[in-house]
């Protein structure tokens, strides 16, 4: 699909909340057992330590859709190819809910990876696709502050559930939302052309590699969305132990994802930042928050106002360093914005899964002080990164 005229709109408002919308729901299904980790662990026998590999098997999953669904984009028809994905989703979340042994749950978290990513990534590069070359970053903008709501609100509805009904119906409420959402996109979702490029399967995959290979702002794009994302998973996936061991309730635990919208919201214009010329600026800013955000966060068990502040300002860095990277990748090839945000989530993944399993582990030796130094490391050697490789990228 190319570009149309870009001095013209082409997506209408309704249509951009619709991507917002329905990536946010869509992505929210990965992040659903964050709050859940200290009972998933009691009921099915796993240590604090081990408990981190429920979120790298969902991240697992993850890394399986961008290498293997995501490109799917680039070749099939997008409107078909989401529904397809979306009746699957529903499928496999009734399985989760019903899980009752560790490999069912592993099984089932990775399922959800799998098929919650292939929808949310090629919902935004659908979304990057119809929109004109110079709206491009804010569209992107809008429909990524999508995911980033669902994302945090996930932690929140997550946790209410769990204590009204228990975790199996977390994902069984889910399997409802999503069994919504399909009617509500079949109705509304408009056409998907064919792409131009009429690639074979093996093709399409091969071409990946030749991006990460070639393109120099995915390569350092790429690597920044890594460090980033540990970062995040670093601090969401460990927050839970602090709080339980002070009495925290799911629900008053999955709350604080509500306070980590003030940092999307804030961030949704760094898209249109990057549209007027602005991306290093954005980026530098970003990760100066991001590795100060972490000095606040080392309070919460003394200030609960500290660990507000420590979220907002995580959650806003982490938003406009990622709205920023693929507002910057999208702005080369129209042809090819699936695999482009398959190669670039790639990065995400890996990030998002080492930063879980380092992070309990860390956790389980050296408590929560230890977990923040691992996440101001991180976000130092993310900042130093970007400032080296500036030479390398043209914003």
């Known amino acids: 699909m190319r570009d149309t005229d870009p001095t013209t709109k082409t997506l209408p408002a309704t249509l951009i909340w619709l991507f917002a919308a329905a990536s946010g729901l869509s992505v929210a299904n990965v992040y659903y057992a964050q709050p859940l980790l200290a009972t998933l662990a009691q009921e099915f026998g796993l240590t604090q330590a081990a408990s981190g590999m429920v979120i790298t098997a969902t991240q697992l999953g993850c890394a399986l859709a961008l290498l293997l669904l995501v490109p799917l984009g680039d070749m099939l028809n997008r409107r078909r190819l989401t529904l397809v994905q979306l009746v699957l989703l529903c499928l496999v979340l009734l399985a989760l809910g019903n899980a009752t042994s560790t490999a069912g749950l592993l099984a089932g978290m990775l399922m959800t990876g799998l098929l919650g990513t292939a929808m949310t990534q090629g919902l935004i590069a659908y979304a990057a696709s119809a929109a004109a070359s110079h709206e491009r970053g ?9 995911v980033m709501i669902g994302l945090l609100l996930a932690r929140t509805l997550s946790g209410m559930v769990a204590d009204i009904a228990g975790w199996r119906a977390v994902y069984l409420v889910s399997a409802g939302i999503s069994l919504a ?33 070639h393109n120099k702002v995915l390569q350092v794009r790429g690597v920044l969305a890594l460090l ?31 306070v980590g919208v003030a940092g999307a919201l804030g961030a949704a214009r760094a898209g249109a930042m990057a549209d007027k010329g602005r991306a290093q600026w954005t980026t530098g800013a970003a990760l100066i928050l991001l590795l100060t955000a972490w000095l606040p966060l080392g309070f919460t068990t003394q200030s609960l106002w500290a660990l507000i502040v420590g ?12 709205v920023t990277n693929q507002s910057l ?67």
């Open 138 to 146: 804010s569209v992107v903008g809008m429909a990524q502050g999508g």
């Open 181 to 213: 959402l399909l009617i509500l996109l079949w109705r509304m979702l408009p056409a998907s052309p064919q792409a131009e490029k009429r690639l074979s399967y093996g093709a399409l995959l091969a071409s990946m590699a030749n991006m990460l290979a």
């Open 228 to 258: 980033m994302f540990a970062a995040l998973s670093i601090f969401w996936s460990t927050l839970v132990f602090p709080l339980s061991a002070q009495g925290f309730s799911h629900s008053a635990i999955g709350a604080f994802g509500l």
């Open 311 to 322: 979220i907002v300002a995580l959650d806003l860095a982490g938003q406009a360093i990622h």
């Open 329 to 395: 990748i999208f702005r080369q090839d129209s042809d090819g914005h699936s695999r482009l945000v398959a190669c670039y989530m790639l990065f995400y993944a890996v990030g998002s899964g080492v930063g879980a399993i380092a992070a309990t582990s860390v956790q389980a030796l050296a408590g929560w002080w230890g977990v923040c130094g691992l996440g101001a490391a991180v976000s130092l050697v993310a900042l130093v990164f970007w400032r080296l490789t500036l030479p390398l990228e043209k914003a």
